[in-house]
């Protein structure tokens, strides 16, 4: 018995293959330890997307490293961002005099990014910066400086490697354009 595909999308072509995402987590990860020398730093991964990247980002990151999560969504079902961010789980810990750094893992409109560097500056961290995996310029509505950025993308909607479509495809080890 065949098994019946759930979404009326696929994969089309990889953009990204497994190994060159990992090659380039790895050089972030180094980066991120040679910046912060050894003084403890606060990652705070953006659910759901970020979760395959921060975990094998903080494998790269030799200081101290604590872990948080915000989910924030400014997509929902579509394929395309809404412009209104939703916060929907905040962090756990005070940010206050801690090092934050986002791990996010597409920054397109920048919407989302920036409203979470706007929240968590009010908070008082002594730093705040970003890292994203993939940055998508051609979509950007606001601009956000990001410290750390793993690859520029073409303008496409892209699966895998965390980043899903409905639901589906974050468990692909590479990043795939998704076919509309």
Known sequence: MGVIHPLPTRPKRILLPARSIQSRVAELGREIARDFRGEPVCLVGVLTGAVVFLSDLIRHIDTPVEIDFVAASSYGEATHSSGEVRIIKDVS??????????VEDIIDTGLTLRYLMETFSARQPASLDCCVLLDKPARRVAEVPVKYRGFEIEDCFVVGYGLDYRGFY??????????A
């Open 93 to 102: 810990h005070a940010l206050r005099d801690k090092h934050v750094l986002i």
């Open 170 to 179: 974050r468990n692909l080890p590479y990043i795939s354009e998704l076919d």
